[in-house]
């Protein structure tokens, strides 16, 4: 009763967030035990469900796929903690996820008016791309548990609930984004797995490290996803508008390969 009494602010409860945030990367910093990160992982998406609990929302924004967006984030930068090597990199890493969580609160209208607002849409796509960003973390677990043989394990048992985990959020995100739940929707759901799978097995015979992969596989899952999205959308894909977008990704794509990556 009381906690449905209690309404924070959005914007107080990302300056909280970020106080407790701080305190799982001191914590994750100063053990090596591996049920206690899984503790202090468990911890932090318990104190999700409880700030948000709290926390002030219009009636037009549902918690739970806030929650949600935060909970990949966090087991995507999980992992990236987790495996990075280069100080620098971690403590980027690390901005990254203080500064994301912070943001999303703070992009939460604070009144129940302006529903299409350019505030509710800048709210989705940052949820968007702390999903992208926890992507890129997940992929970048499994590519690096396979390649420093973690488990003892076909690395199929590793791959293959990642490639479903991907294929829900393609799923999630298009019905985020308006697109009809028919035959059709499913079938690019199914498609999207599928993809994921071959290019996933794939990448996996290139001589590269785990992080360089994961981020050519998010970089390739993400131009599909937007272009099924879409196709999916009654007016389909203006392929003149789009020409631009794929030259650009080909230039960038083919600099990160040649210039930049390091090949074993």
Known sequence: MILKRLSLHP???????????GLFLWSLHQT??????????AARLLWWAFILKITYYPIYIRRLWHFLALAFFQIGLFFLLLFIEWKTAWWLVSIVYLLFPLISFWF???????QLSFVTKTYRRLRFWMCAFGLFGIW??????VSLQIFN????????PAV???????????????ITIDKKYYFWVATSGLATLELAWALFQWPLGYFATALILTWLWYDFWLMARFHLLPLGINWKKQRAFFIV????????LLFIVKWK
Do not use: Q
Not at 169 to 176: G, S, T, V
């Open 249 to 256: 990704n080909g230039i960038l794509l083919a600099v990160y």
């Open 11 to 21: 914007k107080f409860a990302g300056v909280v967030d970020v106080a407790v945030g």
């Open 153 to 160: 394990l076909n690395y199929w048992f590793i791959l293959l």
């Open 140 to 145: 970048s677990g499994i590519f690096a548990a």
């Open 164 to 178: 479903l985990v991907t294929a829900a959020l393609n799923a999630w995100w298009w019905h985020e984004y308006n």
């Open 32 to 41: 090596l035990i591996w049920w206690l990160l899984l503790v202090f992982l």
């Open 108 to 114: 939460l209208p604070a009144k129940n008016d302006n």
